[in-house]
């Protein structure tokens, strides 16, 4: 029984349940087989337009399912003015890892091993927030060549330099 009925013990009296015979006896039966007609057109309208918005909505989405063990990137927030993760700047990239999944919260929720400088962020992200993490040979990180002082300072050395050229500046005498 639908909630109307078990709240006031009686049938609601819209269009969709005007097809019992005993309302079929009060309204007039031509009354009755237009509405009926006109609401079976308008659940179908419905049905196609529902369709039609879930074909749209399901090619622009791909599924991402995470196994525990696997590494992924988490999205830093991208809204101006929305400081997540102590980024703060254009430049910094727009995600941050990689980190590993530890549990399975849901089908579109994981459960991530933050390292401590992120702890007061909590720790399950949805699945629009991951992206699996490629693994290559120039994110690992030489720490051997690093010396930490006794308080535990280290001087910074570049390690290559990238590019050079020689700026001309314009002025009135030449």
Not at 68 to 96: A, C, E, M
Not at 113 to 122: D, T
């Amino acid at each position: 029984m639908s909630p109307f009925e078990a709240l006031y013990g009686r049938k609601c009296r819209s269009p969709v349940c005007w097809d019992d015979n005993r309302e079929r006896k009060l309204l007039g039966l031509e009354l009755i087989t237009q509405t009926v007609d006109k609401v079976t057109q308008i659940k179908k309208h419905l049905q196609a337009a529902q369709d039609r918005q879930w074909s749209w909505a399901d090619s622009k989405r791909r599924p991402l399912e995470f196994v525990i063990g696997d590494q992924v990137l988490l999205k830093i927030s991208p809204t101006r003015g929305v400081i997540r993760f102590g980024s703060k700047r254009k430049l910094n990239p727009r995600y941050i890892g990689p980190f590993e999944v530890i549990k399975r919260i849901d089908a579109v929720a994981y459960k991530l091993a933050l390292p401590p400088s992120l702890e007061g962020v909590h720790d399950v992200f949805h699945v629009s927030q991951l992206r699996k993490y490629v693994p290559d040979e120039k994110h690992i990180l030489d720490y051997s060549e690093l010396t930490l002082r006794l308080d535990l300072t280290y001087t910074v050395q570049p390690v290559a330099i990238l590019d050079r050229r020689e700026k001309c500046r314009l002025s009135k005498n030449h």
